[in-house]
Each structure stands twice: as structure tokens, then as C-alpha cells.
């Protein structure tokens, strides 16, 4: 199980790298960090918590992306790389507004749609990659 949660961190850390590099050099791409945000605010209002500096909100949002997203391919992507990087990713279109969220981040447009699957799906493989060289 611990190559399992070493790979899926892995995977879960390029996802965030590719996304975060193409998100500050590029115009009209997915911007996750912000639909994270935004479920993270909701959470902490409904607890009374009180959120105000962008920096902290940005480092928890990220913080709980990888951890969730390395969970999520440790348990799948190791055995089903392409199919869970998927997945993962039509869930990130078509979750957010079942769950009172702003797509508009990650599903505006065809564009950021077809990315977002890509971004989950490169996480994914990337995930097995180091599965299949450390098992």
C-alpha cells in the first residue's frame, strides 16, 4: 500500500505542476485552484471559520488537491491509470454545480473541459509510471 500512496503522490504532485505552470503562462485554460477555493470558503463559512488572506487560502486549497488527488490515484490509477485519470476529470466538469460550486473554472468552454480531463488523466498516468517501476 505504501508504493501505492508514493505513486498516487506523485501523480497527484504533476497534476498540480502542469496545471499550475500552463495556469500562469497561458489565457483561457482550467484554473481548479479557483473551484477549490471557492468549495473551500463554503466549507469554513458553514463552520464559522473565518478565511481572509488570498496566501492561506491558496496553500490549503493546494495542501488538500494533493492529498486528495494522491488518495484518489493511489487507489485507482495504479490499477487503471487512463480510465481514473478520466473519470476524475468529468467529475471536476460535472460535480461542482451538483454541489452549489462555479464551473465556469474548469467547464466554460470546450477547451478548458477537454484540459481538465487531460490534466486528471496525465496525473493518472503519471501515477502508474511510478507504480510500475517501484512494485
Do not use: C, W
Not at 473565518?50 to 496553500?59: C, E, F, G, N, W
Not at 478520466?86 to 470546450?110: F, H, Q, R, Y
Amino acid at each position: 500500500m505504501l508504493k501505492k500512496l508514493i505513486a498516487g503522490l506523485g501523480g497527484a504532485i504533476a497534476l498540480n505542476l502542469l496545471h499550475e505552470t500552463i495556469r500562469k503562462n497561458f489565457n483561457d485554460v482550467p484554473h481548479i485552484n479557483e473551484l477549490g477555493e471557492e468549495a473551500l470558503q463554503k466549507v469554513a463559512e458553514a463552520n464559522d471559520i473565518q478565511l481572509s488572506d488570498p496566501d492561506t487560502i491558496y496553500a490549503a486549497t493546494l495542501t488538500g488537491d494533493i492529498v486528495s488527488n494522491a488518495m484518489y490515484y493511489a487507489g485507482t490509477a495504479t490499477n487503471h491509470e487512463f480510465i481514473s485519470g478520466v473519470a476524475a476529470g468529468v467529475g471536476a466538469i460535472l460535480l461542482p454545480e451538483k454541489l452549489g460550486l462555479d464551473s465556469t473554472p474548469v467547464a466554460e468552454n470546450t477547451k478548458k473541459k477537454i484540459m481538465t480531463i487531460g490534466y486528471y488523466t496525465f496525473g493518472a498516468i503519471v501515477t502508474k509510471l511510478i507504480y510500475n517501476k517501484i512494485k
